[in-house]
């Protein structure tokens, strides 16, 4: 693996794990809300094209926090949810929660019901958490040296590859599995907490 391709992955793992910090900022904190985030890369990983799991993982992550997103500007003054927005939005979520995704045009259908306020909340959001996002992952990758890198990286797709072979072998095993620490762990947690919310409404 080259080592414009190493540091790409090792952004994308620094970025994975900072967003579970976000994420439980963003239950007290505003800038924790996002609609649609790009994710910050170096100069080098910016001459490479994205691999299928990279854009993968971007989806599952933008998915993420528009969902904590929705939690949180419920919580704002003159922002939250209608019972009319809550019915539309709902079905999206539970599709989300059994297939693990959401593509583009159901992403927009749940922005559509938001109103021009709601909407511009979670945009001003967006713009702040990217900018966190970027600051944290620089500071995270220039802390580690070298080894550290090398030793994190592989470590990574190490339990990457272990986890692709259990999949093509016990597909039941991985559907009852404990959730670990990654963004498709993270999102269900997140849409099942949507969920509750949306149904609270109805």
């Known amino acids: 693996m080259s080592s414009s391709t190493r540091n790409s992955l090792l952004c994308v793992i620094l970025t994975s794990f900072l967003l579970v910090g976000c994420t439980v900022e963003g239950t007290g904190q505003a800038s924790s809300s996002v609609v649609n985030?790009?994710?910050?890369a170096s100069g080098q990983a910016s001459q490479e094209l994205p691999t299928a799991e990279d854009v993968q993982n971007v989806t599952e992550q933008r998915l993420v926090m528009l969902f904590q997103g929705l939690i949180v500007m419920d919580q704002q003054p003159l922002?939250?949810?209608?019972?009319?927005?809550?019915?539309s939005i709902l079905p999206i979520v539970r599709k989300s929660e059994e297939e693990g995704s959401?593509?583009?045009?159901?992403?927009?259908?749940v922005i559509q019901v938001l109103t021009n306020e709601q909407?511009?909340?979670?945009?001003?959001?967006?713009?702040?958490l990217k900018q966190?996002?970027?600051?944290?992952?620089?500071?995270?990758?220039d802390a580690l040296s070298a080894a550290e890198?090398?030793?994190?990286?592989?470590a990574f797709e190490k339990r990457r590859k272990s986890e692709q072979g259990v999949e093509a072998?016990?597909?039941?095993h991985i559907n009852n599995a404990a959730p670990s620490v990654e963004t498709r762990g993270l999102g269900t947690s997140v849409e099942q907490q949507l969920i509750d919310l949306l149904v609270s409404k109805l």
């Open 132 to 141: 966190r996002i970027a600051e944290r992952v620089k500071t995270h990758k």
């Open 119 to 128: 909407k511009a909340y979670l945009d001003e959001q967006s713009k702040q």
């Open 169 to 172: 072998g016990v597909t039941e």
């Open 149 to 154: 890198r090398e030793r994190f990286v592989n």
């Open 37 to 40: 985030p790009t994710m910050p």
């Open 102 to 109: 959401i593509d583009e045009s159901e992403r927009k259908a």
């Open 79 to 87: 922002l939250a949810l209608t019972a009319e927005q809550s019915r």
